[in-house]
């Protein structure tokens, strides 16, 4: 199993816990996104949409899209269960998961901002104004979603989940991009607590082999 990564990518953060969860660790190869790597050559054959991550499994098929990703591993290597049993709960998870995955992270992806700053010739306070309204109000959102729930210690119950799983990297991304997230105690508990558990822990940009300082 080859997994085509970058170390301060959100989607390939998730994919990083997950792996780490399931026990597994699969042949790291690095996408230097900074120098474009991702672009062309041989990366742009296999993910002809040109972004990170892209995984070969053992039996050479190509997965790309984070999500897609993580529901193949749950699927593929059962337990630790990512999703819960109950189908209601499950399509919650996934909602909850898909406003960061689908909503708040496409918004703050490199590509995007080289757009605002190069063709659109924003200003940096234009962009750093952008990722405050998108990456604050969409995880105020999720904020919201767990709000009516009983307070657990990950998301949704005393597992670590999908829905933990997106939780860390965007809160990493908010903290990494200066967006105030404090008011947020349920988002903030949660990011805490996984701090504590090794697979997240060992997960973090800056433990990995391809960190830049």
Same mark, same amino acid.
């Given at each position: 199993?080859?997994?085509? =990564?970058?170390?301060?990518?959100? $989607? ?10 399931? =026990? ?10 900074? %120098?474009?790597?991702?672009?062309? =050559? ?5 993910? !002809?949409?040109?972004?990170?991550? %892209?995984?070969? %499994? #053992?039996?050479?098929?190509? *997965? %790309?899209? $984070? ?6 591993? #749950? ?21 909850? $998961? ?14 995007? *901002? ?6 659109? +010739? ?5 962009? &750093? ?8 109000? =969409? ?6 979603? *767990? +709000? &009516?729930?009983? @307070?657990? !210690? ?9 829905? #933990? ?22 988002? &903030? ?8 558990? !090794? +697979?997240?822990? #060992? @997960?973090?940009? @800056? ?7």
């Amino acid at each position: 199993m080859r997994f085509h =990564g970058y170390f301060r990518s959100s $989607s390939a953060y998730r994919c990083r816990i997950a792996f780490n969860l399931k =026990g597994v660790v699969p042949e790291f190869v690095p996408v230097p996104l900074k %120098t474009g790597a991702h672009l062309g =050559g041989d990366y742009a054959d296999l993910n !002809p949409q040109q972004l990170v991550p %892209t995984l070969e %499994t #053992d039996a050479g098929d190509v *997965l %790309t899209q $984070s999500l897609a990703i993580i529901e193949w591993l #749950d699927e593929t290597i059962p337990e630790p269960a990512l999703l819960p049993d109950d189908a209601v709960t499950r399509a919650q998870v996934r909602a909850f $998961s898909q406003v960061i995955a689908c909503e708040i992270h496409p918004l703050q992806n490199l590509r995007v *901002l080289k757009y605002l700053r190069a063709e659109l +010739a924003q200003p940096e306070e234009a962009v &750093n104004a952008w990722l405050a309204r998108w990456l604050g109000e =969409g995880l105020t959102a999720c904020e919201g979603l *767990l +709000a &009516n729930r009983p @307070a657990t !210690p990950y998301a949704f119950g005393q597992s670590a989940g999908l829905a #933990d799983i997106c939780i860390v990297p965007q809160v990493f991304s908010a903290q990494r991009f200066g967006v105030d997230i404090s008011h947020l105690t349920r988002i &903030n508990a949660i990011y805490e607590h996984c701090q504590l558990n !090794p +697979a997240f822990a #060992d @997960a973090a940009p @800056a433990r990995q082999p391809d960190f830049e300082a």
